[in-house]
């Protein structure tokens, strides 16, 4: 039995379709960002929410403030995706927009009470 011989060169891989270069996955939404960019916004919202809330909740001052600032936080008319993958793997950055998100709070507590 007489079959064709098949190699592979060079030249027969350079004819083979290219596949596209997939993105590359991020460690914490375990998807490409730009995949996660596709999904519908209440999605990303709940995602970066269970992501941020426990990092929020060891750091702020008072626990009831937690929800409050993890909200504020995933708010995207304040901050968009890359900035709240950033409080998430960034401490400094987290440290710093929870002080200011409690001074808001306390400043709008305080002028509740004084009406």
Do not use: C
Not at 41 to 61: A, C, F, M, N, S
Not at 99 to 104: D, K, L, M, N, S
């Amino acid at each position: 039995m007489n079959r064709p011989e098949t190699q592979l060169t060079r030249n027969n891989l350079n004819n083979l379709p290219q596949q596209q270069p997939l993105a590359p996955v991020h460690p914490i939404l375990k998807e490409s960002i730009e995949s996660f960019m596709k999904r519908e916004l209440d999605y990303q919202r709940t995602i970066l929410g269970t992501l941020l809330y426990p990092l929020v909740q060891k750091k702020v001052e008072n626990i009831d403030f937690a929800p409050k600032i993890t909200g504020m936080l995933i708010d995207f008319e304040n901050f968009g995706v890359p900035d709240i993958l950033e409080f998430i793997e960034n401490d400094q950055s987290l440290d710093k927009v929870i002080e200011e998100a409690q001074t808001v709070i306390m400043s709008n507590k305080e002028g509740g009470e004084d009406q």
